[in-house]
T-cell receptor, first 113, second 116 residues
Framework: GQQLNQSPQSMFIQEGEDVSMNCTSS?????WLWYKQDPGEGPVLLIA?????ELTSNGRLTAQFGITRKDSFLNISASIPSDVGIYFC?????????????FGTGTRLKVLA | GAVVSQHPSRVICKSGTSVKIECRSL??????MFWYRQFPKQSLMLMAT?????????EQGVEKDKFLINHASLTLSTLTVTSAHPEDSSFYIC????????????FGSGTQLSVL
């Protein structure tokens, strides 16, 4: 199936550090969604983006919809231990009538106290 | 956010039996739901799009006779894994589109299927 390229694949950081991750594609997307997934749970929506260039924050999280509509970025500032988990981007294809979302390969974040 | 309830959270079954997983939108109507499959340490792979009142649309490589999807009401979609085999063991997750000015996608808590 289709997947978005997401990087980095994993990262270990110290508590208090900032984190950046991104998703890129050769396709254009209408919508970008960012999720966090804990083990054995479903993904939880963090931020939603709808327009090229849009910058949206949710607490310590900030995400941007790339100008080309082919990429998106998520930043976490001042990381804390509970930020540990897997982060996924999801892009909605503009293909008429399908509405489906394609997921990134995930970024596994580990925060060292 | 909108609440999507998925049951059961975990099921163990014998090879050859069928398993039904339910996905309910609790506080909104969902004309479209999606079913994903996730293997350990991997991303979510879209299996099919479930549309209320019509046949599901399956992704390439997904056997529609193996994974039966029914979306008979605006709040319930079901996935039935028929004649399950060990290779069907996986984490299955449903999601629902929440329509509005800005559409969002909310997920259920997932179902861990183990086929013995």
């Amino acid at each position: 199936g289709q997947q978005l390229n997401q990087s980095p694949q994993s990262m270990f950081i110290q508590e208090g550090e900032d984190v950046s991750m991104n998703c890129t594609s050769s396709s254009i997307f209408n919508t970008w969604l960012w999720y966090k997934q804990d083990p054995g749970e479903g993904p939880v929506l963090l931020i939603a983006l709808y327009k090229a260039g849009e910058l949206t924050s949710n607490g310590r999280l900030t995400a941007q919809f790339g100008i080309t509509r082919k990429d998106s970025f998520l930043n976490i500032s001042a990381s804390i231990p509970s930020d540990v988990g897997i982060y996924f981007c999801a892009g909605q294809l503009p293909t008429s009538g399908t509405y489906k979302y394609i997921f990134g390969t995930g970024t596994r974040l580990k925060v060292l106290a | 956010g909108a609440v999507v309830s998925q049951h059961p959270s975990r099921v163990i079954c014998k090879s050859g039996t069928s398993v039904k997983i339910e996905c309910r939108s609790l506080d909104f109507q969902a004309t479209t739901m999606f079913w994903y499959r996730q293997f350990p340490k991997q991303s979510l792979m879209l299996m099919a799009t479930s549309n209320e009142g019509s046949k599901a649309t399956y992704e390439q490589g997904v056997e529609k006779d193996k994974f039966l999807i029914n979306h008979a009401s605006l709040t319930l979609s079901t996935l039935t894994v028929t004649s399950a085999h060990p290779e069907d063991s996986s984490f299955y997750i449903c999601s629902a589109r929440v329509l509005g000015t800005n559409e969002k996608l909310f997920f259920g808590s997932g179902t861990q299927l183990s086929v013995l």
